[in-house]
C-alpha cells in the first residue's frame, strides 16, 4: 500500500479536495486572477449596468495612480501604519511576555488572559469605543494625561494626532497576539543556558541581551510580518473614527482608498489596480521578510 | 530582600499594564448602564451615577438591533459548520491520502496565503452580482466556506493519524468516508474545537466584505449595523456603548470559555486570526 497510492484511494481524495478547493478557487483564486484584467479595464457604474460599455484601457489606471496625490498620500499612511505601529506591537508584546513568563510572577494566566482579550473583540466595536476615549472633552484618556499636566490633545481632528491616534488603538487590539507568540518562542530556549550564564556571573541585562534577544530572532520575524501584513490592511478604524480617512486625508488608507474608488464611486477598474498595487506592496514586504530571514540564518 | 523588592515591582509593572489594557473595556459596560448625557460631562465619570438598562432596551426595542444579532449569529454559526467539514476534508485529504500532484497543490495553496482578501474583493463583487447573491446571506457565507489556514491547521493535525489504523480499517473493507467520518474525525475532535472557534470568531468580527456584500439594513451583520448607527447617533455614547457590548460580548464569552482551543490554535498556525 505503499507509494503513489491505488487509483480508489486518488478517487476518493479527489471527493474530499473538491468542496474545499472549489470554494477557495471559485471565490477567492479566480478573483484574485480577474483583478489584473479588471484594472486594465475602464469598468464603473456604466459598466456595471452593462458590461458592454466597458473597454480595454492598457496601463492607463497605473498610469492615472502614480499621479494621484491621495493615492500617495494614502500608501504614505499605510507604511506608517504598518512601520511604525508594527514595530511598537512587538516591542510592547515582548514586554508583556517578558513580565508574564517570569519566574516572579504569579497569576500568570490571568494577566495573559487580560492581555490578550482585545485581540479577541470586534475591531468595529472597540473602535467606536476608542473615538469617545479620545474625546478633546469627554475622553478619559485626555483626563488621564490631565492629572500628569499635559493638555487636551484633539486626537481625531488633528491632522498631526490622527494617525498616532490609531497606532495607539492597533497596538492596544493586537500585542497581545504577538504576546502569546513570543510567549511560545521563550518556553523553547533550554533553561540550562541561562543556569550556565547565571554561573558565569551575568546579570539580567546580559542574559536578555547574549540569550533571550537572539533566541528569539526566528520568532521576532514571523510575529514582525505577520503584524506588519495585518497593518497594510488597515480599514475598519479609519473608517469608523474619522469617517473615511479624515482629518485631511491624514488617516486615509490604501485599502479605504480603494473601498471608496470601488465601492462608492464604482470605479473599479481603477479601484481594481489600487488592488493589486497592494498586493505587490505586500509581496514585495513578504519577500524580504524571507530575505532577511535567510540572511539571520547562515 | 532584593526578592522581594523585585517582585513587588514586578507585580506593579503587571497590574499597571492589565488595568491600562482591560480599561477601555470596561468604560465601554459602564458607560452602556448610564443614564442618557452622563458620558458626555466634565470631567469624564468613570462609573454610572445610577445603573439603567435603558439604553439596552432602546437598541433592541426602537433600533431592532436583534435583527442584526440573529444575523450575525446565523452568519457565524453557517459558515462555522460549513468550513470546518470542507477543511478536515480537505485537510485529511492532503495529510493521509496519496494522489498525484499533492505536495505541489498544497505548496500552491500555501503560498496563495500571502494574498490579502481585500485583493480579490471587486472582481467578486462582480461574479456574486452575475450570481444574484449580493444583499444575501449566502454573499457572506460563500466567501468563509474553506480557508487555506483552515486546511492548513487540520492536515498538521491528521499527521499524527497512525497510518495502520486507517490501512486496517481499509481491510476491514470500510469506505474512505467511513475511515474519515469514524476514524479520522473523532481522533482530530482538538483540531476540529480549534478551527470551529477561530472561525467563528474571526467570521463575527468581519467587517469590510459584509459591509460591501450586504446592502440592506434587515440584512446587516453587527459590525455593520455598529458602524452605521456610530455614524447617525454620535453623541448618544451610553447608547453606543451599549451596541458595542452586545458586539463584542458574545465572542468574549466564546473566548473565554474556550480560551485553551483558542490560544493552541494561534500557537500552532502562528498566523493571524
Known amino acids: 500500500m505503499k507509494g503513489a497510492g491505488t487509483r480508489a484511494e486518488a478517487r476518493a481524495a479527489f471527493l474530499f479536495l473538491a468542496p474545499a478547493l472549489g470554494a477557495i478557487g471559485l471565490f477567492f483564486m479566480v478573483p484574485v486572477a480577474a483583478v489584473l484584467l479588471l484594472s486594465f479595464t475602464d469598468f464603473d457604474i456604466y459598466g456595471l449596468a452593462d458590461s458592454g460599455n466597458t473597454r480595454f484601457m492598457g496601463l492607463a489606471n497605473y498610469l492615472t495612480l502614480l499621479r494621484s496625490d491621495l493615492f500617495w498620500e494614502a500608501l504614505g499612511n499605510t507604511l506608517i501604519y504598518a512601520l511604525v505601529g508594527g514595530p511598537l506591537t512587538v516591542a510592547m508584546a515582548l514586554a508583556a511576555a517578558l513580565l508574564v513568563d517570569s519566574r516572579l510572577a504569579r497569576f500568570k494566566g490571568l494577566f495573559r488572559t487580560i492581555y490578550f482579550a482585545p485581540v479577541v473583540t470586534t475591531l468595529v466595536a472597540v473602535a467606536v469605543v476608542w473615538r469617545y476615549l479620545y474625546h478633546p472633552r469627554f475622553g478619559l484618556l485626555n483626563s488621564v494625561l490631565g492629572w500628569v499636566g499635559i493638555g487636551p490633545i484633539d486626537w481625531l481632528g488633528d491632522p498631526r494626532w490622527a494617525l498616532p491616534a490609531m497606532i495607539l488603538l492597533a497596538v492596544w487590539k493586537n500585542f497581545g497576539y504577538a504576546m502569546i507568540l513570543i510567549i511560545g518562542g521563550l518556553q523553547t530556549i533550554p533553561p540550562q543556558l541561562y543556569e550556565s550564564a547565571r554561573i558565569d556571573g551575568a546579570g539580567w541585562w546580559r542574559e536578555f541581551r547574549h540569550i533571550t534577544l537572539p533566541m528569539l530572532s526566528p520568532t521576532f520575524l514571523l510575529v514582525g510580518v505577520i503584524t506588519a501584513v495585518g497593518y497594510f490592511q488597515i480599514f475598519a478604524e479609519p473608517y469608523v473614527m474619522t469617517r473615511g480617512g479624515g482629518p485631511l486625508n491624514a488617516t486615509l488608507s490604501v485599502v479605504l482608498f480603494m473601498y471608496k474608488e470601488g465601492f462608492r464611486w464604482w470605479n473599479m477598474g481603477f479601484a481594481a489596480a489600487v488592488a493589486f498595487v497592494l498586493f505587490l506592496v505586500i509581496l514585495a514586504f513578504t519577500a524580504l521578510h524571507f530575505w532577511l530571514q535567510r540572511g539571520n540564518r547562515e | ?273
Open chain 2, 1 to 273: 530582600m532584593k526578592r522581594t523588592v523585585s517582585s513587588v515591582l514586578l507585580h506593579a509593572v503587571l497590574l499597571l499594564l492589565a488595568v491600562a489594557t482591560a480599561a477601555p473595556l470596561v468604560w465601554m459596560v459602564s458607560a452602556s448602564l448610564m443614564p442618557q448625557g452622563q458620558a458626555n460631562t466634565e470631567p469624564p465619570p468613570f462609573f454610572p451615577s445610577a445603573v439603567t438598562w435603558d439604553n439596552y432596551r432602546e437598541l433592541f426595542d426602537r433600533l431592532d438591533l436583534g435583527r442584526q444579532l440573529f444575523n450575525s449569529f446565523f452568519i457565524a454559526t453557517s459558515i462555522t459548520l460549513i468550513s470546518t467539514l470542507f477543511n478536515s476534508m480537505a485537510g485529511y485529504a492532503f495529510a493521509r491520502l496519496r494522489f498525484p500532484g499533492r505536495d505541489r497543490i498544497f505548496a500552491i495553496l500555501l503560498a496563495a496565503m500571502v494574498i490579502p482578501s481585500q485583493v480579490s474583493m471587486l472582481p467578486l463583487f462582480l461574479l456574486l452580482k452575475n450570481l444574484g447573491l449580493i444583499n444575501t446571506y449566502w454573499g457572506v457565507i460563500v466567501t468563509g466556506m474553506a480557508t487555506i489556514l483552515g486546511i492548513f491547521l487540520m492536515r498538521q493535525y491528521a499527521l499524527s493519524v497512525p497510518e495502520e489504523l486507517l490501512d486496517a480499517a481499509r481491510m476491514d473493507g470500510a469506505s474512505e468516508w467511513r475511515i474519515y467520518w469514524s476514524v479520522v474525525l473523532p481522533l482530530c475532535r482538538p483540531v476540529l474545537v480549534t478551527l470551529a472557534v477561530l472561525t467563528f470568531l474571526t467570521t463575527w468580527n468581519d467587517f469590510m466584505w459584509p459591509l460591501i456584500v450586504l446592502t440592506d439594513e434587515s440584512r446587516y451583520t453587527l459590525p455593520v449595523a455598529l458602524a452605521n448607527l456610530s455614524g447617525e447617533h454620535v453623541q448618544d455614547t451610553e447608547l453606543m456603548m451599549a451596541g458595542a457590548v452586545v458586539t463584542v460580548f458574545p465572542v468574549l464569552l466564546l473566548f473565554l470559555a474556550l480560551q485553551r482551543q483558542y490560544i493552541a490554535g494561534i500557537m500552532m498556525g502562528g498566523v493571524k486570526e
